[in-house]
């Protein structure tokens, strides 16, 4: 069993920065996948970021240039180095792990771009 513990979220405005970062936790011994997702109003999940245990990143379209998914294999956790944010980039975010064969998810993150 994997528990997925995000923090860092919060409102910010359009330009600024914010950083996430999710801490896996549970009888672990090493996570192959780890990333970043989002879901905003009305829209489907999808994926913003994800890296692979030797360092191999995907990253969405809409995010590319902006922002930088990196992890700490040591310390099981993920990090989300959100720039230039967008108000479309408001969204609860959440970190997902591939672990064994199954998938865990966070309790998600609250991401408000505003002025």
């Known amino acids: 069993q994997v528990q997925l513990v995000e923090s860092g979220g919060g409102l910010v405005q359009p330009g600024e920065s914010l950083g996430l970062s999710c801490a896996a936790s549970g009888s672990i011994f090493r996570i192959n996948n780890m990333g970043w997702y989002r879901q905003a109003p009305g829209k489907q999940r999808e994926l913003v970021a994800d890296?692979?245990?030797?360092?191999?990143?995907n990253y969405g379209d809409s995010v590319k240039g902006r922002f930088t998914i990196s992890r700490d294999n040591a310390k099981n956790t993920v990090y989300l180095q959100m720039n230039s944010l967008k108000p479309e980039d408001t969204a609860v975010y959440y970190c997902?792990?591939?672990?064994?064969?199954?998938?865990?998810w966070g309790q998600g993150t609250q991401v408000t771009v505003s002025s």
């Open positions: 890296t692979m245990r030797g360092g191999s990143t």
């Open positions: 997902r792990a591939e672990y064994l064969g199954r998938t865990y």
